[in-house]
Each structure stands twice: as structure tokens, then as C-alpha cells.
């Protein structure tokens, strides 16, 4: 019995005295370049004061193709970010009460008004690179907020009762202006 208490005892002495050693060890920092470019947000959406844009990356055998994947890949997220913006904005409307902002007319008008914006963006950045496999295209396409603003009062055209209400929202100015 005391021959396991003893063997017990050394063993612990010896974890402790290992796991309390001072030496240390360099660990070597692998440096690697990034594949992104410097304009390229890699969460996707940014915002400022006067537009919104989007970026994307995408892949193909030749770096034309490459570029205008990312540049459609970046247009239709842009445009699905801004939309549930736009909801955000009918929701915050329809719990202060509105009526309106939860018929079938309204929500066609909203969503028309906003699709647009996939084919108004801009492509401000594009760029391609060589890859082991193909290409990597990369693009960046943006909207500004006032260009944005006209789009959805005219996305509303015949529905003036339905743009006053959902454009002069509160939530709405804050998101465009």
C-alpha cells in the first residue's frame, strides 16, 4: 500500500516539476499574404453616411468569367441585404399599428420598389487572380442612399398613400438619410 502511495507521490512531483518548467519555446509565424483585395470587405456589407455596398468573390475556369460572377454574386447580396431593410422598416410600421404596410398591394409595391436595386448598383471595384484550379474574381458594387431613396419612391408609382406613409417613416429616414 505504501509502495502505490509513494509511486503516487513521485508521479505528481514530476507532473508539477514538468508543467512548471521555464523554458520556452519560439513558435515560428508563418506570414501569409492575403488573397483579398485591400478594397474587399470580407464580412460582405458596408455602410457609410451616403451608400451602401456589398462585395463578393467567385470562381471560374477564365477571369472574365470570374469577375462577372462576383459582380452578380455581389448585386443579388446587396439587394437581399437591402431588402430586409426595407421589411425591417414595413414590420416597424406595422407594430406602431399601420394597416396599410400589411396588404398584398403594399408588399408587391415594396418588393418591385427594391429589386431594382440589383440592377442600379454600381461596380465600383473588380479585380481577378490566378489560381491553382481557375480564376478568383472579386467585385464590389455599391448604391448610394439618395439613388436608393428615388428607386423605392419610384418602386411606389400610383401608390402615393402607401409611399408617404412607408417613405416619411421614421425608420425608413434613418436607414437613407
Known amino acids: 500500500m505504501n509502495r502505490i502511495y509513494l509511486t503516487l507521490a513521485v508521479l505528481t512531483l514530476l507532473l508539477i516539476a514538468a508543467c512548471s518548467s521555464t523554458q520556452t519555446t519560439a513558435v515560428k509565424e508563418k506570414v501569409v499574404a492575403s488573397i483579398y483585395p485591400t478594397w474587399y470587405q470580407q464580412s460582405g456589407f458596408e455602410a457609410d453616411s451616403s451608400s451602401f455596398a456589398m462585395s463578393a468573390t467567385a470562381v471560374a475556369s477564365d477571369s472574365v468569367t470570374a469577375i462577372k460572377r462576383a459582380e452578380t454574386e455581389s448585386r443579388m447580396l446587396l439587394e437581399s441585404y437591402i431588402s430586409k431593410e426595407m421589411e425591417k422598416v414595413r414590420s416597424t410600421l ?78 425608413y429616414q434613418a436607414l437613407v438619410k
Open 94 to 171: 406595422e407594430r406602431a399599428g399601420s394597416k396599410s404596410v400589411s396588404k398584398a398591394d403594399f408588399i408587391l409595391a415594396l418588393r418591385n420598389a427594391h429589386v431594382a436595386v440589383e440592377k442600379e448598383a454600381q461596380a465600383q471595384f473588380q479585380l481577378s487572380t490566378k489560381t491553382e484550379l481557375g480564376y478568383r474574381g472579386f467585385a464590389r458594387v455599391d448604391i448610394t442612399k439618395d439613388k436608393l431613396d428615388e428607386l423605392m419612391e419610384k418602386g411606389f408609382a400610383g401608390k402615393s398613400a402607401y409611399w408617404k406613409e412607408f417613405g416619411g417613416s421614421e425608420a
